[in-house]
């Protein structure tokens, strides 16, 4: 098998898995809902599996570290994912789902730790195809969630996703054979070189950046319909914002910049969109989230492909869980104050201070003296 083909099979594996994990994370709640729950079982049940998600990251890292294969662990989470989510689409029991989805959001912790791990220990042609596979999945899962809702309701979404992460499961499997699990072997390094200034660059960034996804997909669409636009226009711009993260990832893995200057370039094109979209025009809107989208996955991609030069010897496992659990904070934060500065303040002053959190770490891009070479 070609590595080309055996490339695809992971970008697409890797698309199947977010494809579901975003149908799920979209339509649980109306699920909870179906199923005669309040809001206060809504919050806890995505709530454990946030916290399951978190507590999968960091273990998962350190394993790596310590040698055992990275592939291994991804096929442990596309397991547990898998039968997790079969056991929601079955029993209505809300005490059963809640268990269950936290199980699933332990497996998606592990699957996503250790898919970064293998990615970034790719030569760079091959992981700039990789990481295509994610923000594709972003844009494609809630489009098919949509349309089964039409037919079966949640029951229906939540068959179709243990569907899709039973497909991946073939091709990731015969994918990592190429790579031979990716593992690190070998001691740890030391702990005391991981926290210089171009990784604590990255984690601050990611951290910004994913603050920013956060605020974004909370309050664009009480926005956008403040805007006169409809339901459907919000859920195809967020599919703009998707398929334009996708697009760009390949084009930044292969120009090859310095870290510092990708970064400060999504940093810079976030904030772009971010004043763009406080002009309420109905069009600019539109153009704000693709421009985010490029920006995005600009920042993603420059992130995950710096993980083996950016890591002491040994820590990339570490690494990449750090930079999950990054992902994790940013998303939590935006999502919880966004919606309070936006009933309090309004969205030109929501958006713009948002902006002003991509512009402290354009601050700390400008003020790091070393700059990184993405190999």
């Known amino acids: 098998m070609s590595d080309k083909v055996t490339d695809s099979r992971l970008m697409v594996g890797s698309s199947l898995i977010t494809s579901a994990t975003s149908m799920i994370n979209v339509y649980m709640g109306l699920h909870v809902y179906s199923l005669g ?48 989510t079969a056991i929601i689409t079955i029993i209505d029991d809300l005490v059963v789902i809640t268990l269950a989805n936290a199980v699933r959001g332990f497996g998606s912790g592990a699957f996503h730790v250790s898919f970064l791990s293998v990615t970034s220990s790719l030569p760079r042609k091959s992981a700039s195809l990789v990481i295509v596979g994610p923000p594709l999945g972003m844009a494609i899962g809630p489009s098919i969630a949509s349309a089964v809702f039409l037919i079966s309701e949640t029951h229906g979404i939540m068959l179709s996703s243990t569907l899709l992460y039973a497909l991946s499961s073939p091709l990731i499997p015969r994918a990592l054979s190429r790579y031979a699990d990716a593992s690190d072997d070998g001691e740890v390094g030391d702990s005391k070189k991981f926290w210089r200034s171009e990784v604590l660059f990255v984690l601050y960034n990611r951290a910004a950046v994913s603050y920013v996804i956060g605020t974004l997909y909370t309050i664009v669409p009480f926005y956008a319909l403040s805007l006169g636009m409809s339901g459907e226009q919000v859920g195809l711009m967020f599919f703009v914002g998707a398929l334009m993260n996708a697009l760009i990832r390949p084009v930044i893995g292969r120009i090859s910049l310095s870290t510092r200057v990708e970064v400060f370039m999504a940093q810079s094109i976030l904030i772009i969109s971010l004043i763009i979209i406080t002009l309420r025009d109905p069009i600019l809107p539109w153009i704000a989230m693709s421009l985010y989208g490029v920006g995005a996955g600009t920042f993603v991609s420059t992130a995950i492909l710096s993980i083996n030069e950016l890591s002491p010897n040994k820590r990339r496992g570490s690494m990449t869980a750090m930079i999950a659990l990054m992902m994790d904070v940013g998303n939590s934060l935006g999502s919880l104050f966004a919606p309070l500065i936006y009933d309090r303040y309004g969205p030109d002053f929501t958006f713009l201070m948002t902006a002003s959190v991509i512009g402290s770490g354009a601050l700390f891009s400008l003020i790091l003296n070393r700059t990184s070479r993405v190999q």
């Open 37 to 84: 729950g309040s809001l206060s079982d809504v919050a806890l049940i995505y709530s454990s599996s946030l916290l399951a998600t978190l507590l999968g990251r960091l273990p998962t890292g350190r394993v790596i570290d310590r040698g055992y294969p990275a592939g291994r662990l991804m096929y442990l989470g596309i397991a547990l994912m898998s039968v997790s």
